[in-house]
Structures are given as C-alpha cells and as structure tokens.
C-alpha cells in the first residue's frame, strides 16, 4: 500500500515525500484511514513502528480547517517525557511544514512565558507533559473546551511513572464529544480499563504482540567482577566498531563519573541524565544525533523515545533493575532494519536480574569475554529479584544503595520458563549470531523529572501531600531506608532522576478500583 492510498492530501504527501518515506509502516497503513474517519483508537504499538506519524499525518490534515483561539487548543497530544513531546513536536514540523498549523509545546525544565506566549497566539496543535499542562491550567493560562482531539501516546508508561491521575484529571477538563487516539505498547489490564472509560466505541489496531522482540539486536553478556567493569566497558568500546553508541547506567553519578572516564580516554562521550537542565539535555541530545558525540553515557531518562538512526551499539554498564528496560535499552539499536548490537555487564551478584530479563525476551543472552579479562561467574539466583537497595554484592560506584525498588507486577504473565541451561561464553568475535528474540516488549521508561509547580500569584501556596510533592520533582524529607521500604508501592521506580518514587500515592483513580 501508498501512501497516496491512505486518504491523506496533497500538503502532507508531500511532507511525507521530501522526508523521504515511501511506503506507509504497519501502524499507519491501519490507523491513518481511521484517524482520517474521525474514529477513536485504541492502538497496541511501540516506539519504533512509526507510531506517530500515524497520528500526526492525519490530525494535519484533520485540523487543517479552522484556526484555533487565544488559549484554547484544538487538539492535545500527552506524552509522557519532555523527550517524547519534543520528538512529537519535531515530527509537527516535519510533517506539516506545508500546513499553516500554530504548534504549543509545554514540557516541564523550559519557562513559562515562552510557552505562554505559544498559547496566546492559539495552538491547533498542543503537545505537553501531563505536569506541566496542568500547571499552565492551574495558573489560567490555557482553557481546553475547545480540544477536539486527544492522543494520549504511551499510556503504560503514563501508569508507570504515576501520571495517570494527571491525566484523568485533564481529561475531565476536555469536552465529552471528541476523537481519542490512545497508544500504548503493552496493554495491562488497568490500562485496558482506563482506554474503556477514555474512549467511545474504539477502532483496535495492533502491529506487535505486547512482547514482540527486536530481532536485529545482537546481545552478549559479559560477566565480570564489580571493579573490572569500567575496564571491561573500555576493552569492548575498543574492540568493536562502534559508530556510536549509549552506555546506560542506574545511577546518574555513575553516568558523571563515566562520562569522565571516557573523555579521558579521548572518546568523544557526552552525558545525560534527569538532573540536567532541558537545554542542556536538548543541545547534548542534538550532538550525538549529529555524530559530535559519539558515545553517550545516560541514565534511563535517555532510554525512551530517543530516535537516533542507524545507532551501532548499546552497552549496559549497570543491569537494569527491571527486565522491560533491558528491552527497552536495547531497542535503542537496531532500528529500521539495521543490526546492532548491546552489551550488558554484568556481576557475579547480579544473576537474579538476567534471569528476570532472559524470562521476559525468553532467550538466553549469550555470554561473550572480554579478551585479556577473566570471565566470571554469576552466582545462582534464588529466584526472586532485588531492587536496589536489596542488591548483593559490590557496585559499579561503591556507594550506599539509595532506595529499593521493588519487583515489577507486569508483565510478569508475559514470561516464559526458562527452557534451556546458560550457553558458555564465547568470545566476543564469535557472537555475531547471538540472541535474536522473538518476544520484546517496549519496556518501561523512566519518570520525566518534573519541574516543580509554581504556586499562583493570587493565592498562597497548597500544602501537599508527601507524594504529591513528590512527583512534582520537590524532595521528602529523610526517612530511615525501613521506612521507605515498608511504604514504597511495588510499582515505583527509582532511578536517575533522583526524585521520590512516583506512584498513584494515596489517590486511587476511578479505574482501578472498578472490579
Ligand atoms: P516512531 O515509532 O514514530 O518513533 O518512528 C520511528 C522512526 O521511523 C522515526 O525515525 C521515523 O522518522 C521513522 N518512520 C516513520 N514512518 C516511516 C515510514 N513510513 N518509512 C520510513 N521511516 C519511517
């Protein structure tokens, strides 16, 4: 099928021409037509399938009428991460760069006038992180009666950083009658819950199961000991063709003392992580998509949405702590067809987590070594997983844990026994034919680091609840790592960002305690 057999006009055929696309992905094949119909959709599709294009290309020509007032949006993209909006927003650009479309992006880490001013002028088009939406609302900047069409993109990761009471929240503001898109990669239970409540009478479309793999990622996994690891990095960076490359850490100090290292060794490396400024994350972004990095040392906050072509390679200098990020990590590489390739290091210790990842992907990693280092072992699991502060054994930065995080509940119905013993290692030339699995879900991203709200001028500021504070990026006062652990919700993450946990907290949304 073309693209001219979608039902799209001429302005955005021929934005989709001189970008260079010829033939129309899976997901956009299916949903153009119907976004096009003005029916909502309930889409099962991961980053990577060209997702959003199969939003955007139709709502161009959909919102191609009509101009937008003063402070009321016509249309209302939710994405979970600044990364993701900006992304979404470049795509606009792209795509309607033959259209006379007023774009607003409010993402969280950029002032407030400058997004005000792009409200002002009227938006067909906003796209905005749930937050920082909210915040322009609460200060009267935005009114959203008149939002004729929603997306709301990546609904589980919504769910796993804890957005999704800011986001029924924003759709109680919205007009009952309008087109919902809704995306998301996995479809767990409480997420089909909230798409029931969101959407009327919904088109499905789904291009990969829930845990679909990509299949050109050549995986290895090296098993060395704590203190050999940066060493361990150094050798396969030099031993591999590495056109350019992210090394995912768990911590953002490791990332900045990685980062470091690499420099010193004369590498190209930049860093990114939550607790840098968006300007800084943009322009660092923009460079290792221009090639001026070339080595990218990141925390999570990297891992979804970034979109950079043709990336060689991905090491993991930590394991993640949850499988789906192991996927989601990986998945960085080998996109459109091309093969790539990801290392993960890992220590002896570390045995329960690659098990919890090869149950999820069902495929063994094959180990591969590192020349001139010794091989070790990993030391048999006990078969529950640990989350950071249960870890045993060294770690890559010797300091105390920070707080845990607990095993994940989803999709744990989607792992598979174990069938068959870990392959010996090989070395790391004789890995080229390693995993290909089968099964891969788009694994979970990290919470955006949010802005902290700014209280209006007119009225004093709200006391909040701990969590609230919280996922407004504040910090909860110390507590003793018991007490955290006694209250930390299984579902939390706790990465770079170096915010609290984030989770529903105390409020539980209508749809999940529906039975
Ligand atoms: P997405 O899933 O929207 O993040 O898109 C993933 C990548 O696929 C992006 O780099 C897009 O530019 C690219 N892409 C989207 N649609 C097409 C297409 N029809 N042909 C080729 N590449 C595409």
């Not at 589980?156 to 759709?171: A, H, K, Q, S, T």
Request: net charge positive; charged share 30%; aromatic share 4%.
């Amino acid at each position: 099928m073309s693209f001219e057999e979608l039902g799209l006009s001429a302005p955005v055929l021929q934005a989709v021409t001189e970008k260079g696309y010829t033939t129309p992905t899976p997901i956009q094949e299916k949903a153009i037509p119907i976004v096009l119909m003005g029916r909502d959709i309930l889409g099962c599709a991961q980053t990577g399938t060209g997702k959003t294009a199969s939003f955007v290309l139709p709502m161009i020509d959909i919102l191609a009428e009509g101009r937008a007032k003063a402070r009321m949006p016509r249309s209302l993209i939710l994405e979970p991460t600044r990364e993701l909006a900006a992304q979404v927003a470049e795509n606009f650009e792209i795509y309607g760069k033959n259209n006379k479309l007023n774009m607003a992006l409010l993402i969280g880490g950029v002032s407030f006038p400058d997004q005000e001013r792009a409200l002002e002028k009227g938006a067909d088009v906003l796209i905005a992180t749930p937050g920082r939406l909210l915040d322009h609302f609460e200060r009267g900047g935005i009114l959203l009666n008149d939002v004729k069409i929603l997306v709301i993109d990546e609904a589980d990761r919504m769910l796993d950083m804890g957005f999704i009471p800011d986001v029924e929240r924003i759709v109680s503001l919205l007009p009952k009658i309008r087109q919902t898109l809704f995306f998301s990669a996995t479809m767990p239970p409480e997420i089909k819950r909230l798409a029931d409540r969101f959407l009327s009478n919904p088109k499905e479309v789904t291009v990969s199961r829930p845990a679909s793999a990509n299949a050109n990622v050549v995986q290895g996994l090296v098993v060395v000991q704590d203190d050999q690891k940066r060493d361990a990095l150094l050798a396969l960076i030099k031993s591999q063709e590495v056109k350019n490359a992210i090394v995912f850490c768990n911590r953002k100090r490791d990332v900045a003392t990685l980062h470091t290292t690499l420099k010193k060794q004369g590498l190209k490396a930049g860093a990114l992580h939550g607790d840098m400024s968006q300007p800084a994350r943009m322009e660092t972004l923009e460079k290792f998509k221009s090639g001026e990095i070339q080595i990218l040392v990141a925390s999570d906050v990297a891992a979804r949405g970034l979109d950079v072509q043709d990336m060689s390679h991905v090491f993991n200098y930590d394991v993640p702590f949850s499988p789906e990020d192991y996927v989601h990590r990986i998945g960085r590489t080998g996109r459109a067809g091309k093969t790539g390739h990801s290392f993960t290091l890992a220590t002896p210790s570390e045995g329960d987590l690659i098990d919890a990842i090869q149950k999820l992907i069902n495929t063994e990693i094959p180990k591969v070594e590192v020349p001139g280092m010794d091989a070790a072992a990993l030391e048999a699991g006990d078969g529950r997983r640990r989350g950071r502060g249960g870890r045993r054994g060294g770690r890559s930065s010797g300091g105390a844990p920070e707080r845990g995080r607990g095993p994940r509940r989803e999709p744990r119905e989607n792992r598979q026994p174990r069938g068959e013993q870990p392959a010996e290692s090989a070395p790391i030339e004789a890995q080229a034919s390693a995993a290909s699995p089968e099964s891969q879900p788009e694994a979970r991203a990290p919470r955006e680091p949010r802005a902290p709200r700014e209280p209006r001028a007119d009225r004093p500021p709200r006391e909040r609840r701990p969590e609230q504070r919280e996922s407004r990026g504040e910090r909860r006062p110390e507590r003793s790592s018991e007490h955290r652990s006694e209250r930390r919700p299984e579902r939390h993450h706790d990465r770079d960002d170096g915010n609290s946990p984030v989770g529903l907290g105390d409020h539980v949304p209508a749809f999940l305690a529906r039975r």
